[in-house]
């Protein structure tokens, strides 16, 4: 089958992309929840009178807006719409508890934090902490807070004249801040910019071969930009999106077959579960293509999705937060090239190289180092990390007159004799679970703040058949200390996501220690995923 000609419409900004295919495509459903659907006009209407309201509360060029909400039609306008009024959007995981908000709110200076009432109260004693907001902004009900900031009703101030709002001035600008844990200390903000947004869909949107009349399931959080991305390259073709937060996989089965989903994207740990749906030949009929990323496909996997959705073109791909989605293997080449991550995407050059920035040989390992429009603009207030990650080009490319940044990923790789990339490893310790990344510093300091008679804590990931990695610890309690196992686990969940809760726990009197008196993290590693992966 010939591959569709892609027409890219003109949005230079992330808002554009829906009021560019309100021109073509204005009757459609855009975005659908629940039992609600809104056309393009409607949508685009009702973004201008969000981004009226937060200039109406002197939002500045640049300011940050946080949107912590669960997935709604009032946080996907509340992101579009912070960029028509030229701020930066800062999507936060609903699934995130106070101490990580607090965290997101306080690192990145957030102006106006856009919340349920339920989120609010749950957030309340941290708020205090956050001196740079200045205002709550509550989409269902009004609420007392006892708040240093003020409080609204986003009714409220959709009734009010609306400030005419200052748009972004180039493609440029800083347009979202997306939080991703690193392999040291709590998670950090990657700065991105309207092209880079813009780009990243128009890439996935030229290789899946999306159109108008694709209709995209949004299923994973915004905050991941593997999320974000099903909504901006819907928007940017204009096709539909549907919008839900997982639940059961019964319920995405009802969903798909409902609305006749074309394009549907999970993470592994996700499809392990989709795979035990009953999934009708209704459901799975409607469903052109799958897409994976967040952690490698396990094959017995990919062979049950392909029985299950057998109309349907596999995509194996490859990311990173700091330039989005960078490789990805074309659905008729998977029997042909099992294990692969492909190669580039459109408008990226992926090179591998060592450590002096030579290119590798192949099948030498090297590096995967990400050049083209997707490279973000760095980490957020960051400018050490900034510098580890982001650095010039290596000198494998020639002809460039002034000096260009690239991601230099972390990850190790190989190219075979055609180019095929093949994945051999991460250089940090990044524990990949459920499809997030979490730093084992960011578990260890949650089991510190969760209780003071832990005296010391090693985390690390362990290979897991459902979730990817799961988090397993090693813990020293300081003497006189009688917690048992079982409050250990309660107390750190009690302030941690789901996906931040170790499965394995093990207590000892002391941690193993190398020749400079420092904990031998190395060797716990490696007895913890001895015992424990699967």
């Avoid at 989409?139 to 709002?165: C, F, G, R, W, Y």
């Avoid at 396990?298 to 490859?318: C, E, G, N």
Wanted: proline share 7%; charged share 20%; glycine share 6%.
């Amino acid at each position: 089958m010939p591959a569709k000609e892609f027409v890219s419409p003109m949005a230079r900004f992330v808002h554009q992309l829906i009021t560019q295919s309100r021109m073509v495509c204005a009757e459609k459903p855009a975005l659908i929840f629940k039992q609600h659907a809104l056309t393009y006009p409607q949508l685009c209407e009702t973004l201008y009178s969000y981004a009226g309201c937060f200039a109406g509360l002197g939002l500045q060029r640049h300011e940050r807006i946080a949107v912590y909400l669960p997935k709604s039609p009032e946080a996907v306008l509340s992101l579009f719409a912070t960029s028509a009024a030229g701020g930066v959007f800062v999507p936060v995981n609903h699934v995130l508890k106070a101490p990580q908000v607090q965290h997101i709110l306080g690192d990145c200076d957030v102006s106006i934090l856009i919340t349920s009432s339920d989120r609010a109260k749950a957030l309340r004693e941290v708020l205090s902490a956050c001196p740079k907001l200045r205002h709550v902004i509550l989409v269902d009900k009004m609420l007392e807070l006892d708040i240093p900031q003020q409080v609204h009703l986003l009714a409220d101030l959709q009734s009010q004249t609306n400030t005419v709002p200052v748009p972004p001035v180039t493609d440029a600008d800083m347009a979202a801040i997306l939080y991703t844990s690193g392999s040291t200390g709590k998670p950090k903000g990657v700065v991105l910019s309207h092209r880079n947004i813009i780009a990243g869909a128009q890439s996935v949107a030229e290789y899946l071969q999306n159109d108008d009349n694709d209709v995209i399931l949004a299923l994973l959080p915004m905050s991941f930009d593997y999320g974000l991305n099903q909504i901006t390259t819907a928007f940017l073709v204009g096709a539909t999106c549907v919008i839900m937060d997982y639940l059961l996989p019964g319920d995405v089965v009802k969903t798909v077959e409902k609305h006749g989903v074309t394009g549907l994207a999970a993470v592994p740990p996700l499809w392990q579960q989709l795979i035990k749906a009953n999934w009708t030949e209704q459901a799975s009929a409607s469903l052109r293509y799958f897409t994976n990323s967040g952690g490698a496909m396990p094959q017995p996997v990919l062979a049950q999705l392909r029985s299950i959705f057998h109309q349907a073109r596999p995509y194996l791909m490859y990311g990173l937060t700091e330039a989005f989605r960078s490789t990805y293997l074309p659905p008729e080449l998977v029997d042909e090239r099992p294990g692969s991550m492909g190669k580039a995407i459109p408008n990226a050059e992926i090179l591998v190289v060592r450590e002096d920035g030579s290119e590798c040989a192949v099948n030498e390992p090297g590096e995967l180092v990400h050049r083209g429009p997707h490279v973000s603009l760095g980490y957020w207030n960051a400018p050490e990390k900034t510098a580890e990650r982001f650095k010039p080009v290596p000198k494998a490319v020639n002809g460039l007159m002034l000096t260009e940044m690239a991601v230099w990923s972390g990850d190790t790789v190989k190219k075979d004799q055609d180019g095929f990339l093949y994945f051999v490893g991460r250089r940090d310790e990044m524990i990949k679970t459920s499809g997030y990344r979490v730093s084992p510093m960011e578990v260890e300091d949650a089991c510190y703040a969760a209780s003071e008679h832990i005296d010391e804590a090693v985390a690390c990931g362990v290979n897991d058949s459902e979730l990817g990695q799961a988090i397993a610890l090693r813990l020293v309690l300081k003497k006189a200390a009688s917690l048992s196992l079982d409050d250990i686990s309660k107390l750190i969940k009690k302030d941690t996501p789901n996906f931040m809760h170790p499965k394995y726990i093990e207590l000892v009197d002391n941690l193993p220690r190398n020749p400079n008196g420092k904990v031998d993290r190395s060797l716990i590693s490696q007895e913890l995923k001895t015992r424990y992966g699967q």
